[in-house]
C-alpha cells in the first residue's frame, strides 16, 4: 500500500533547493522532539562511519541501547554509507 501523501512529501522535499523553504516545511511537519531525534540519527550514523562501539554511542548521545541498534540497522540494510558518505565528526 502506497501512503500517498508521504509520498508527496518525498517528492517536494527532493525539488526543494532552497534551505530557507526546506528548513520552514521540516518545522511545520515535524515538531521540536522529532527535529531532536532526527538530528540523533544522523549522529548516530555519523558515529557508525567512524566505527565506534554502540554502547559507545548510546552513552555520548545519551539514548537508549535500542535506539542505537535500530540507527545500526538502517544504516546497514538501507547502505547509508553511501547515500550520506563522510558525515561530519562533530555533528
Known sequence: MTNKAYEHILE??????????LTNLLNALLTENEQKELSNRLRIF???????????????????IATVSRGAKAYRDLEIDKILPNLPKNL
Open 12 to 21: 517536494r522535499l527532493a525539488e526543494l533547493d532552497n534551505k530557507e523553504d
Open 46 to 64: 555519523a558515529m557508525l562511519q567512524q566505527q565506534r562501539p554502540q554502547r559507545e554511542i548510546s552513552e555520548k548521545l545519551g539514548v537508549g
